[in-house]
T-cell receptor, first 114, second 110 residues
């Protein structure tokens, strides 16, 4: 089954404790992206990757890192999480065709930083 | 980035057609119009996209105005499972970034 998977689905952590949220897709998509969703602010893009070893900042990259060493994986790294990073995170992937990106989203990771 | 205007909420009865409008008067000439939806407690889901002419797929139809300043997503027979927030998103540029506004919350009554 074609899908985007995220782990963990739920995470409660403390300020400053490094964490990684994994994202994996099995559709051989070149394009992958991370979004966060907050009440009243909608979904905002954090980072995106056009292909292996190619990553770039989205609208809200502060406090986050990503890597794209393999086509299927695009982990989101929080080196020193803070309470303002408490949010619902979504990973997405897509074939990029010109300026059309039919994106497939993962189920989400709900992160709470205390 | 093009600005969109959608009604905050709409209601429909089950098995009736639903027309979800979107205004995107500042859309550029090469921007596709995408529609996504988000069911409760799930990630966004692609619905349909189009550029100039009307489009159909297994989920919905997309009617695009001739001047491209507005579009309408049509669900031909709403089901309870179609209750979701529907987002109209003009363009993703060359970065693939989707700008999600507040969307339209669709309620479907049995």
């Amino acid at each position: 089954e074609a899908q985007v998977t995220q782990n963990p689905r739920y995470l409660i952590t403390v300020t400053g404790k490094k964490l990684t949220v994994t994202c994996s897709q099995n559709m051989n998509h070149e394009y992958m992206s991370w979004y966060r969703q907050d009440p009243g602010l909608g979904l905002r893009q954090i980072y995106y990757s056009m292909n292996v070893e190619v990553t770039d900042k989205g609208d809200v990259p502060e406090g986050y890192k990503v890597s794209r060493k393999e086509k299927r994986n695009f982990p989101l790294i929080l080196e020193s999480p803070s309470p303002n990073q408490t949010s619902l995170y979504f990973c997405a992937s897509s074939f990029g065709t010109g300026n059309v990106y039919e994106q497939y989203f993962g189920p989400g990771t709900r992160l709470t930083v205390t | 980035d093009a600005k969109t205007t959608q009604p905050n909420s709409m209601e429909s009865n089950e098995e009736e057609p639903v027309h979800l409008p979107c205004n995107h008067s500042t859309i550029s000439g090469t921007d596709y119009i995408h529609w996504y939806r988000q069911l409760p407690s799930q990630g966004p889901e692609y619905v349909i996209h189009g550029l100039t002419s009307n489009v159909n797929n297994r989920m919905a139809s997309l009617a695009i105005a001739e001047d491209r300043k507005s579009s309408t997503l049509i669900l031909h027979r709403a089901t309870l499972r179609d209750a979701a927030v529907y987002y109209c998103i003009p363009g993703s540029g060359n970065t693939g970034k989707l700008i999600f506004g507040q969307g339209t919350t669709l309620q479907v009554k049995p």
